[in-house]
């Protein structure tokens, strides 16, 4: 009964730890798009591209945020061990 108790936890820690990393990547993707139309505009109107350069760069950061958000690799595992004694020692 106490194994059960535990593996329900940390199936719900990891749900929960799962929501915030995918909150925060969509916050991401956000932002990115909002900021890129107006520099798209700006860049536009002013019968420029140069807007290609923050939107390639910040599209490549994104990406890999996205990508971190949604793996569960070795990596992701290891942060959850840490968010998870994070948790822990703030409760």
Same mark, same amino acid.
């Given at each position: 009964?106490?194994?059960?108790?535990?593996?329900?936890?940390?199936?719900?820690?990891?749900?929960? !730890?799962?929501?915030?990393?995918?909150?925060?990547?969509?916050?991401? =993707?956000?932002?990115?798009?909002?900021?890129?139309?107006?520099?798209?505009?700006?860049?536009?109107?002013?019968?420029?591209?140069? !807007?290609?350069?923050?939107? =390639?760069?910040?599209?490549?950061?994104?990406?890999?945020?996205?990508?971190?958000?949604?793996?569960?690799?070795?990596?992701?595992?290891?942060? !959850?061990?840490?968010?998870?004694?994070?948790?822990? =020692?703030?409760?």
């Amino acid at each position: 009964e106490l194994e059960y108790a535990e593996k329900r936890a940390k199936a719900q820690d990891w749900a929960e !730890f799962d929501q915030e990393r995918k909150a925060g990547a969509h916050g991401h =993707l956000v932002a990115f798009l909002c900021v890129n139309a107006f520099l798209t505009f700006l860049s536009v109107s002013g019968g420029e591209m140069w !807007f290609l350069f923050p939107l =390639l760069g910040w599209g490549i950061g994104l990406a890999i945020h996205l990508f971190g958000a949604y793996s569960k690799g070795p990596s992701a595992q290891e942060e !959850f061990k840490r968010w998870r004694q994070t948790k822990s =020692l703030l409760h």
